[in-house]
């Protein structure tokens, strides 16, 4: 899969770097430390600018974040009161911690969405919450951008420094990923266990 990606910047050059991160953030098929290290190790050649990878690289990723906070902000909280109110258990929430949630994230959403995108796996996750619970479009925005600038600056910068040894950037943020999905799931678990009933 990394050489398919690595042809496919070497023939489009940037914009390949911007269909590439579009595509994993809307349908995650190849992880963006492949990508952007890939495209860092194009700018380490000569072929290609560092500056204008992260660019694109960040374009493209923040196309896909609108795409999904568009869809999260269309559906709506309030479709998913229904739902709440009968799986709440196995969906470890009822519509009194919805309500809290909101409250939460009218205060403190603008660092979950800065510093989500700076975290694997949470970052494809994030503009989903922001959408849901209606962050205003120029703060998810401004946030998200920074956050994702952020993100793909390190792996561009990482694939620009290592050379040929760009793999070694999957290696180290790849066992971060599980090890992040792991916790999730075993978090998950835990609430379904000591989860009840807001009073």
């Known amino acids: 899969m990394g050489e398919w990606v690595r042809e496919l910047i070497e023939q489009s050059g940037y914009l390949g770097v911007a269909f ?5 953030t809307v349908f995650p098929p190849i992880p963006s430390e492949v990508i952007m290290s890939l495209a860092g190790l194009q700018a380490a050649k000569g072929s290609l600018s ?3 990878v992260i660019l ?3 374009a493209g990723a923040m196309l896909g974040n609108v795409f999904w906070y568009l869809l999260a902000r ?3 909280l309030q479709r998913f009161k229904p739902l709440i109110d009968r799986f709440g258990r196995w969906l470890t929430m009822d519509w009194a911690e919805v309500e809290r ?3 939460w994230f009218r205060t403190h959403g603008a660092a979950f969405v800065f510093f989500g995108r ?11 919450p922001a959408g849901l619970l209606r962050m205003s479009l120029s703060r998810f ?6 956050g994702t600038l952020g993100w793909t600056t390190l792996l561009a910068t990482a694939g620009y420094v290592l050379g040929q040894r760009y793999t070694m950037v999957d290696e180290y943020i790849g066992p971060a990923s599980t090890a992040i999905i792991i916790l999730l799931v075993l ?4 609430r379904v266990l000591t989860w009840r009933p807001s009073r």
């Open 20 to 24: 590439l991160m579009l595509a994993e």
């Open 50 to 52: 560092l500056v204008g």
């Open 56 to 58: 694109c690289g960040t």
């Open 74 to 76: 269309a559906l709506g």
């Open 101 to 103: 949630g909101e409250k």
């Open 118 to 128: 700076l975290m694997p796996t949470i970052r494809s996750l994030v503009s989903i």
């Open 141 to 146: 925005l401004f946030w998200s951008t920074l």
């Open 187 to 190: 978090w998950y678990f835990w």
